[in-house]
């Protein structure tokens, strides 16, 4: 199911109307009309928005089943990078400044993480 679809669902499951999703985001009605009509991509921050609009995890804007993907139920026990403590901080420090950050250094840090990512 494409993203667009799978949002119209959703909001129409809730018994939302787009006025009501975009009271509670601050997005404009004409943006999600455009979203779900499959003529805009949304950010991962707009994604984030819609879904708590919506009352659901992140993940049921991309997957259809009723059940989460056992890779997400395996990883919810697991103490990873970030989850907590001195890491948590960390990986909220990290999550604003580059919340802040302009899409031309964007576009050099993800190529110089590409360029870490592949040495051996």
Known sequence: MVLADRLRAIRAQ???????????????????????????????ETLEKLAL???IPMYQLFYDGDEPPSELVKGTNERGWGNSGKDAGTL??????LSR??????HILMTLASKMARRK
């Open 14 to 44: 809730k018994r939302l109307s787009q006025g009501d999703i975009a009271k509670s985001t601050g997005l404009l009605r004409c943006y999600l009309s455009r979203v779900e009509n499959g003529h805009t991509v949304p950010s991962i």
């Open 53 to 55: 609009a919506l009352s």
């Open 92 to 97: 909220g420090r990290f999550r604003r400044l």
């Open 101 to 106: 950050t302009s899409p031309r250094d964007m």
